[in-house]
């Protein structure tokens, strides 16, 4: 049973912009915080952005001021509005709880980003 589906990497220049999607299944997305985080060729998969159940937001500093985590809990969606991006932004992005807890991971989406 698929539960977590990301949607909307792309290839694009540095400073450019991409809006990606993650549809969850109701069980994972009711009333839990969500995330998107991220894993870079030879690193560690790191915490993007996340959202409360209220709309409350956390940002990694890199990203901060660039980045916007929302979502829509009529639809069971979170999206991550990615603009000015960077070099280093380079990864296979994934979405997931930001509980103590986390579902089993989706597929991610590539976002690369070059000069």
């Known amino acids: 049973q698929v539960q977590l589906v990301e949607s909307g990497g792309d290839s694009v220049q540095t400073g450019g912009s991409l809006r990606l999607s993650c549809a969850a299944s109701r069980t994972i997305f009711s009333g839990n915080a969500m995330g998107w985080y991220r894993q870079a060729p030879g690193k560690q998969r790191e915490l993007v952005a996340s959202?409360?159940?209220?709309?409350?937001?956390y940002y990694l500093g890199s990203v901060k001021g660039r980045f916007t985590i929302s979502r829509d809990n009529a639809k069971n969606m979170v999206y991550l509005q990615m603009n000015n991006l960077k070099f280093e932004d380079t990864a296979v992005y994934y979405c997931?709880?930001?509980?103590?807890?986390?579902?089993?991971w989706g597929r991610g989406t590539q976002v690369t980003v070059s000069s």
């Open positions: 997931n709880l930001a509980e103590d807890w986390l579902a089993d």
């Open positions: 959202i409360t159940i209220g709309g409350g937001t």
